[in-house]
């Protein structure tokens, strides 16, 4: 069973900034580590954001897109929340490659600005942002999209997000049976898996494929590279009935046909997963998709029978960066956190 946990409210909150104040704050990794916003709030903000676009009091256009090959791409991401007086833009590169260099797949530098005055009020790594809140959103689909007798999760791709997935999930769901988990590289399956036995004492299944990944799970996560020429390897047939596709890595992972073979497909923004097409992503997809906010809003009906298949691809969106950044900003300046510049 899920844990009842109230939407986040933020609409009371104001931006505490002066129109004449000449200071930026920066916050680094580190420091935005050091916060450590629980993984809780975190969910319940990207499902209050989500919330807020699916209400129309959001804008946010897509993401500007750099594919500079077919292994790294650039984009930037902005929105306006007003509810909760900010916007923000999101500058990051994302590549397979950089797991040559010891960094994580995704990387990036946020801004965050007051509606009130147009001030840069903080600029901030996005990386920790990036992998909070992509976990988060699949917990808010697993929160309104998953059978609720669902106790087996698989994992595909064992890094960064496959870490940040059991947090997330635990945070809403904590009586797993089962996890089921997959990676590529060998080494990288065999310390995850050893790491989350040791540290959440969780019963992992260390599988040969993403077909044994499927096998049995009531929700399957695949996190591959998000690259146009892709192997897609999900094959029509390999999901449970009743089950959970998640996605995060856009089509790179899913074949068309095992798109299709879904009862309902879900994305958490329409209009972005349109204008991607022009990079090469998403050319065969299912024609009837629904956004997840408007699951989470009670605007449409999620799951009316374990019977039902669902997908959903999260491609990530900039007001779940904006609430988080918000959230972020706030705590730095009740806290003392990060570093005073000047303007």
């Known amino acids: 069973m899920f844990l009842a946990v109230p939407v986040l409210n933020l609409r009371d909150k104001q931006m505490d900034v002066s129109p004449t104040t000449n200071k930026i704050l920066y916050l680094s990794q580190e420091s935005i580590t050091a916060i450590n916003l629980p993984m809780i709030e975190i969910i319940n903000a990207v499902e209050f954001s ?6 129309g009091r959001t804008e946010m256009p897509p ?13 930037a991401m902005s929105s306006a929340v007003p509810t909760c007086d900010v916007a923000v833009c999101k500058w990051q590169s994302g590549s397979a490659l950089n797991n040559n260099f010891g960094l994580p797949y995704l990387t990036g530098l946020l801004m965050i600005n007051s509606l009130e005055t147009g001030l840069t009020l903080a600029i901030m790594d ?40 059991v947090e997330a999930i635990l945070a809403i769901w904590p009586k797993i049976r089962q996890l089921r988990a997959y990676d590529i590289l060998p080494t990288s399956l065999d310390r995850y898996c050893t ?3 040791q540290t959440q004492g969780l019963n992992v299944v260390s599988c040969n494929n993403a077909r044994e990944v499927a096998a049995g799970a009531h929700v399957v996560i695949t996190g591959g590279p998000i690259e146009p020429n892709a192997q897609r ?24 046909s095992a798109m299709h073979a879904v009862d309902q497909f879900f994305t958490d923004d329409i209009i972005q997963m349109e204008h991607l097409k022009e ?5 065969d997809i299912p024609n009837i998709q629904i956004e997840l906010g408007r699951v989470a809003a009670n605007l449409h009906p999620g799951r009316s029978s374990n019977n ?36």
């Open 63 to 75: 993401k500007h897109w750099i594919p500079v090959n077919e292994q790294r791409f650039f984009s």
């Open 279 to 283: 990079y090469g992503y998403f050319a």
């Open 233 to 256: 390897v999900m094959e029509s047939g390999w999901l449970e009935k009743g089950a959970l596709g998640i996605a995060i890595d856009y089509d790179c992972y899913w074949k068309p």
């Open 50 to 55: 989500l919330i807020e676009k699916a209400y």
């Open 126 to 165: 996005a990386t920790w942002i990036t992998a909070k809140r992509t976990a988060a959103a699949s917990a808010v689909a697993i929160r309104h999209l998953a059978r609720t007798d669902a106790d087996v999760v698989g994992i595909i791709g064992c890094g960064i997000q496959g870490r940040m997935h």
């Open 195 to 197: 790491e989350i036995q």
């Open 308 to 343: 039902d298949t669902f997908l959903t691809v999260n491609l990530g969106v900039s007001v779940e960066d904006a609430i988080i950044a918000k959230k972020l900003y706030e705590t730095a300046k009740e806290t003392g956190s990060g570093t005073w510049v000047d303007f």
